[in-house]
């Protein structure tokens, strides 16, 4: 079985603590950023599938620079875990 969500990992922490206030009417939780997932402070937001275009329409209509967040799907099957770059 295959489960999957979306993550937006965050370059600083600042536009983390933003994004989480912009995106809590979507459901975002705030989780550590994923070892595949090098580059980033450390914060991320997990959402999911039914609200990932809502967040995106709100990130892309805030002042938080979009060259400090980057979003992923994040595909778990098994012991598994594969993260794709997507475009915001």
Same mark, same amino acid.
């Given at each position: ?7 937006? =990992?965050? +370059? ?6 933003? =994004? ?7 459901? =975002? ?19 999911? +599938? ?14 938080? +620079? ?23």
């Amino acid at each position: 079985m295959t489960n999957g969500y979306w993550l937006f =990992a965050f +370059d600083s922490p600042h536009a983390a603590i933003a =994004a989480q206030r912009l995106l809590a009417s979507c459901g =975002a939780v705030v989780m550590p950023t994923l070892r595949a997932i090098t580059a980033s402070c450390g914060m991320s937001l997990r959402l999911r +599938d039914e609200t990932i275009e809502r967040a995106k329409e709100l990130l892309r209509a805030s002042s938080i +620079d979009p060259t400090l967040y980057r979003l992923y799907r994040v595909e778990q099957e098994g012991k598994e875990t594969r993260c794709t770059r997507t475009a915001v």
